[in-house]
């Protein structure tokens, strides 16, 4: 029987001093407290490489966000970044609107929200979660292929993507309210794998101090 652990990761802070749903857009960078995330998430990983892991692997969505993350990580792990856009931001109608919960106020948007449960005003949640397991059981398949088993990887992604591929993995419903999620920035949610079985969801927060205070938009 061969264990895997995959680890997905939230990007850091982004600069966005116009509040805007940022989606899939490009150049949106890591504001200097996120620079800060990202070198507390990679130290997490060196720590746990020097505690014995073999983190072997490392993916990230091609958004620079997700990369900028990626970069401290892969220089603490000696780990070249590969990129997967099947682990890239979901597809979001309201992409590039400032101040999203006040634009939900105008009637012309109303027909987007008409089912909540899909949801009507991106990418289905099904769909997401179709496209981030994917990406997960091939890094998992690299992952033992490099270090046998016990291997590990580690792909950089975004919340709701992550979220929505949890609570699958937990055997939840996909729909829910944004406000409930678990995924802060830097958070790390691991899958255990034995084979191809899922046996176990974690979830940690090195930069949980760093939190209070950080803008928290998010992408989808």
């Given at each position: 029987?061969?264990?895997?652990?995959?680890?997905?990761?939230?990007?850091?802070?982004?600069?966005?001093?116009?509040?805007?749903?940022?989606?899939?857009?490009?150049?949106?960078?890591?504001?200097?407290?996120?620079?800060?995330?990202?070198?507390?998430?990679?130290?997490?990983?060196?720590?746990?490489?020097?505690?014995?892991?073999?983190?072997?692997?490392?993916?990230?969505?091609?958004?620079?966000?997700?990369?900028?993350?990626?970069?401290?990580?892969?220089?603490?792990?000696?780990?070249?970044?590969?990129?997967?856009?099947?682990?890239?931001?979901?597809?979001?109608?309201?992409?590039?609107?400032?101040?999203?919960?006040?634009?939900?106020?105008?009637?012309?948007?109303?027909?987007?929200?008409?089912?909540?449960?899909?949801?009507?005003?991106?990418?289905?949640?099904?769909?997401q979660?179709?496209?981030?397991?994917?990406?997960?059981?091939?890094?998992?398949?690299?992952?033992?292929?490099?270090?046998?088993?016990g291997?590990?990887?580690?792909?950089?992604?975004?919340?709701?993507?992550?979220?929505?591929?949890?609570?699958?993995?937990?055997?939840?419903?996909?729909?829910?309210?944004?406000?409930?999620?678990?995924?802060?920035?830097?958070?790390?949610t691991?899958?255990?794998?034995?084979?191809?079985?899922?046996?176990?969801?974690?979830?940690?927060?090195?930069?949980?101090?760093?939190?209070?205070?950080?803008?928290?938009?998010?992408?989808?």
């Amino acid at each position: 029987m061969s264990r895997a652990s995959i680890h997905l990761v939230r990007h850091g802070e982004v600069f966005n001093p116009d509040g805007i749903l940022y989606g899939r857009l490009p150049e949106f960078h890591l504001s200097e407290l996120g620079r800060e995330m990202a070198d507390r998430v990679a130290g997490h990983f060196e720590q746990r490489r020097n505690d014995g892991a073999k983190l072997v692997h490392l993916v990230a969505s091609p958004l620079t966000r997700a990369q900028e993350t990626a970069a401290p990580i892969a220089s603490a792990l000696g780990l070249e970044t590969m990129t997967d856009e099947r682990i890239l931001e979901a597809e979001n109608r309201f992409e590039g609107l400032p101040g999203v919960k006040r634009q939900l106020r105008n009637p012309r948007y109303w027909p987007l929200l008409r089912n909540p449960m899909k949801p009507s005003w991106g990418e289905p949640y099904a769909q997401q979660v179709e496209r981030v397991m994917a990406a997960v059981h091939d890094a998992r398949i690299r992952a033992l292929e490099l270090g046998g088993s016990g291997a590990e990887a580690v792909l950089v992604s975004h919340q709701l993507p992550i979220w929505v591929t949890r609570l699958a993995a937990e055997g939840r419903r996909l729909w829910h309210d944004p406000r409930s999620r678990e995924c802060t920035l830097t958070s790390v949610t691991t899958l255990e794998f034995n084979d191809m079985e899922l046996t176990g969801v974690r979830y940690a927060e090195p930069s949980a101090d760093l939190l209070p205070g950080a803008a928290n938009l998010p992408g989808a």
